[in-house]
């Protein structure tokens, strides 16, 4: 008998095994690999080896000996001719703004002279050469490990004693932006709730046929294609579209003040809104079928008005769909990238939009990778209290 | 409605009226823009928005010219091959490891299950930017971005998630005495799965395909990062339509998706009617 549950136990786990090897190779490795570049980042230390290792004899104060210079600027001639000099050269000036032009400018008035004095040459190509801060963003770039990258995400950096200290308040942007992202996830879910609520109690209070009907107009935006759905909210939201020309012909505004609607944050709102609206209305509705008409009519019969009777009686065991819904919806909207992308403009975007701007365009992949840890670490916590309070395997999508 | 729920006051029938009103409400706002999208692609004049002969009903303002436009274009033409034959060949992987995790899943012999199944179901809850920025950095580093391969796996395990939740929701219901009774009778693991399990939970495995193959059917992000202009799908080209330049082919094109999704809401409804509700996942 144990023998055989034990071959069951294997047998089962046997029947998982190529799934969890498939998910393992195709998500799980590209999530690490993603994860790892928030703390790793070699470029700088392969690329300018020479000139670390005699840097780390630098006392951090006064300026680096002539060694020191001759490594930068041999490395420096070498990169620039393999063309690789860019991708150092933006790496070290993201620790001190101006060192991407000094690096560049002084590789290429260095590449055919041998003078006598480098420190002398570098200087006169980039005066910043002469101050230790250009040499500690040198020494700080060429850390192989790092959580510069986390600091960063989090509005905070490094001062030049190495003490963490906040941003300077023009450059916080990450904090407020995440906390706008949670605060819109809140805001969403809480209208998802108020108007999904409602609807998934005349859905499971319908009788069968009708209640069959008015689900299916829940589940076929769900199924519709995301960028239909936002396609269909510029169409009625954009200053020439079909609300506002409404608007305009009722006279409740005029031609010269048409409403912006869309490319806003109200954009973002309204879409983000309707396409996770199902989300909360299929768990409610799943909680609410299970809840037996008659106990409702045993509350009237023992007196009690419908509030009472709804207070007391229906609304209590409503609350795991409640806590299922809004889970969904919040872990939902806390990542959304594609509705914001396109109808939120330049003031409805989302943490998810930032991380997409320094994948695609600052190329810095290192605050990339650790803004999505970040909103990573906040989704796992949330879809772990779900997975306590709901369970995954009570989700459903018919 | 009266037979179900119970009867209160007078009040409380105003309440009823009041709530149906907000539920009307609440629909038109889940189904009305959807609906805008479908006579607005037959505007023969290029905009957004309902001209005034569209209004009057006049012939000459509605056109199939945006129809025509995308069913000679090229570029659609390739998207929508490139989203067929991704979305086929993902579903296919997606179902078939699905199905097999979902029988171990089941099996009340299973170890760590709440550990595998969250593991599972993982793609599905992981922001999308996140997945796809780790997805490019791993087909790059393997030197497969901008390959059909990169998308199809991708999507495969995307859509994994949405057969192991439905599958196993079908097995929940499945009576494991069928399988020790098929056992007893002398047929092994395979005949066992062939003629008894899958036939029974065929609606769920049928109904898990769908979804894997709509839900890389309407995937965009992970195109973005690891397609090139030969991967370009229809959501790719629907993207660059709306961000780039902004034309009612798209409309015609939306028009044909909702169609494309009532017709999938059509055959899960008669699948799962087909097979009575008893296959039915738990809601």
């Known amino acids: 008998m144990a023998l055989s549950l034990a071959g069951a136990r294997v047998r089962a786990a046997a029947l998982t095994l190529p799934l969890v090897a498939f998910i393992g190779v195709t998500f799980l490795a590209p999530l690490g690999l993603m994860l790892a570049r928030s703390v790793h980042e070699p470029l700088v230390a392969d690329s300018l080896p020479d000139t670390l290792a005699v840097l780390e004899n630098w006392d951090g104060v006064s300026l680096p ?309 970040i909103l990573l670490v906040c989704v796992a916590l949330l879809f772990f209290l779900f997975n306590r309070l709901v369970g995954v395997e009570r989700m459903r999508f018919t | 409605m009266t037979s179900r729920t119970a009867s209160f006051g007078l009040g409380d029938r105003l309440a009823r009226w009041l709530h149906l009103a907000f539920c009307a409400a609440v629909f038109v706002f889940l189904i009305a823009p959807m609906l805008v999208v479908v006579p607005l692609s037959f505007n023969a004049e290029p905009y957004f928005t309902f001209s005034e002969g569209m209004l009057a009903l006049d012939a000459d303002a509605y056109s199939l010219r945006w129809y025509r436009n995308i069913v000679e274009d090229e570029e659609w033409r390739l998207a929508l091959a490139n989203s067929l034959f991704i979305g086929l060949a993902a579903a296919a992987i997606a179902t078939a490891l699905g199905v097999l995790a979902a029988l171990g899943l089941a099996s009340p012999a299973m170890p760590g299950r709440a550990l595998v199944t969250g593991l599972l179901i993982s793609p599905m809850i992981t922001p999308i930017i996140i997945s796809a920025a780790g997805m490019f950095f791993f087909y790059s580093y393997l030197g497969l971005s901008q390959t059909h391969l990169s998308l199809v796996l991708a999507h495969a395990a995307l859509g994994t998630p949405f057969v192991v939740i439905t599958v196993t929701a079908t097995l929940a219901g499945f009576d494991r005495n069928l399988v020790r009774a098929a056992e007893s009778l002398g047929a092994g693991p395979f005949v066992v799965f062939r003629r008894v399990q899958l036939p029974l939970i065929a609606p769920g495995v049928i109904a898990g395909a769908l979804f894997a193959f709509a839900a890389s059917f309407d995937e965009v992000v992970t195109v973005l990062f690891l397609g090139g202009l030969e991967q370009r799908t229809i959501p790719r080209q629907m993207w660059a339509g709306i961000r780039e330049q902004i034309s009612p082919e798209i409309l015609a094109v939306a028009t044909f998706l909702v169609a494309f999704v009532l017709v999938l809401m059509g055959v899960v409804e008669w699948l799962r009617g087909r097979h009575g509700h008893q296959g039915e996942p738990a809601r």
């Not at chain 1, 031609?255 to 490319?263: A, Q, T, V």
Request: hydrophobic share 50%; aromatic share 8%; glycine share 8%.
């Open chain 1, 65 to 373: 000996g002539e060694d020191v210079f001759q490594a930068l600027a041999r490395e420096l001639l070498t990169l620039h001719k393999q063309r690789s000099l860019g991708g150092v050269a933006t790496r070290v000036n993201r620790l001190e703004s101006g060192m991407r032009s000094a690096i560049v400018r002084t590789a290429r008035q260095l590449r055919n002279a041998d003078p006598g004095s480098w420190r002398e040459a570098m200087i006169a190509a980039a005066p910043i050469w002469n101050e230790p801060k250009a040499w500690r963003a040198l020494q700080r770039s060429g850390e192989r490990y790092t959580l510069r990258h986390f600091l960063h995400a989090l509005d905070l950096e490094r001062d030049s004693e190495g003490n963490v200290v906040a941003q300077p308040p023009d450059q916080r942007i990450y904090l407020s932006l995440l906390g706008r992202t949670l605060m819109v996830s809140v805001v969403i879910t809480v209208i998802c709730l108020i108007l999904g609520y409602p609807v998934a109690y005349l859905i499971a209070n319908s009788p069968p046929s009708r209640s069959n009907l008015l689900l299916l107009l829940v589940l076929v935006p769900f199924w519709t294609s995301l960028l239909v759905r936002t396609t269909s909210w510029i169409v009625l939201l954009q200053n020439q579209g079909v609300i506002n020309d409404l608007l305009v012909a009722v006279g409740l505004t005029t031609e010269e003040s048409r409403i912006p609607m869309i490319y806003n944050m109200t954009g973002t709102l309204v879409a983000m809104t309707q396409i996770l609206l199902p989300f909360m209305v299929l768990p409610l509705y799943a909680v609410m079928r299970t809840i037996a008409p008659s106990q409702m009519r045993a509350a009237a019969a023992l007196g009690a008005s419908f509030g009472q009777a709804f207070v007391r009686v229906y609304w209590p065991q409503t609350l795991p769909g409640i806590a299922a819904g809004s889970l969904l919806v919040f872990i939902l909207s806390i990542g959304y990238y594609i509705t914001p992308a396109l109808v939120g403009g330049r003031t409805g975007q989302l943490i998810s939009n930032l991380i997409a701007y320094h994948m695609q365009q600052s190329l810095n992949w290192g605050l990339a990778a650790a803004l999505g840890a």
